[in-house]
Antibody, heavy 120, light 110 residues
Framework: QVQLQESGPGLVKPSETLSLTCIVS?????????WGWIRQPPGKGLEWIGI???????YFNPSLKSRVAISVDTSKNQFSLKLGSVTAADTAMYYC?????????????WGRGTLVTVSS | QSALTQPASVSGSPGQSITISCTGT?????????VSWYQQHPGKAPKLMIY???NRPSGVSNRFSGSKSGNTASLTISGLQAEDEADYYC??????????FGGGTKLTVL
């Protein structure tokens, strides 16, 4: 079955760049769908970060756009998130997910999430 | 973009029905039939429960239903069960080609 798995450092220093990768198994990223990132600060709600298509087309949350980059590596069947100039407010569980975009916009498959803490 | 508005909490007894509202604007909820609902149990990833306002993915109980009127979407859970106790989030496509979530609603089964 299709699985998504986030990976990356669990601790990032303030002002540095947070980098995460989502490895997709059981489905080729090149086959379609958008692939995205969502985060959830401890005890708070979900926040959409952005999405990417296998061709490289991206859409971002306007509030994060200036600090976010999402890239895709079809040869490794994975996509990545970079968030720059992080502060404690960026501490959150980060989820990667598959976005169904053909007659709808919803995340139908999610990774388990990875907790990233911003602290010196 | 502003988060969609959901009640912070709702509660109901086993067997009862509850409804969670999700209010947006004509640029998101009201403008498109692209509202979805997610269930999240503590320590778990969100799970898709409803998509495109009222459609259920395969495997989701028919006790879960969705609807929309104007700028407000609703999730109704009938025949409440203890396992339904969780956080619920709505989301919507927006006119800016983005997606916005609601603030989340904690459902307590009494």
């Amino acid at each position: 079955q299709v699985q998504l798995q986030e990976s990356g450092p669990g601790l990032v220093k303030p002002s540095e760049t947070l980098s995460l990768t989502c490895i997709v198994s059981g489905f080729s990223i090149s086959s379609g769908y958008y692939w995205g990132w969502i985060r959830q600060p401890p005890g708070k709600g979900l926040e959409w970060i952005g999405i990417i298509y296998h061709s490289g087309i991206t859409y971002f949350n306007p509030s994060l756009k200036s600090r976010v980059a999402i890239s895709v590596d079809t040869s490794k069947n994975q996509f990545s998130l970079k968030l720059g100039s992080v502060t404690a407010a960026d501490t959150a569980m980060y989820y990667c997910a598959r976005l169904y975009d053909s007659g709808g916009w919803f995340f139908d498959l999610w990774g388990r999430g990875t907790l990233v803490t911003v602290s010196s | 973009q502003s988060a969609l508005t959901q009640p912070a909490s709702v509660s109901g007894s086993p067997g009862q029905s509850i409804t969670i509202s999700c209010t947006g604007t004509s640029s998101d909820v009201g403008g498109y039939n692209y509202v979805s609902w997610y269930q999240q149990h503590p320590g778990k990833a969100p799970k898709l429960m409803i998509y495109n306002v009222s459609n259920r993915p395969s495997g989701v109980s028919n006790r879960f239903s969705g609807s929309k009127s104007g700028n407000t979407a609703s999730l109704t859970i009938s025949g409440l069960q203890a396992e339904d106790e969780a956080d619920y989030y709505c989301s919507s496509y927006t006119s800016s080609n983005t997606l916005v979530f609601g603030g989340g609603t904690k459902l307590t089964v009494l």
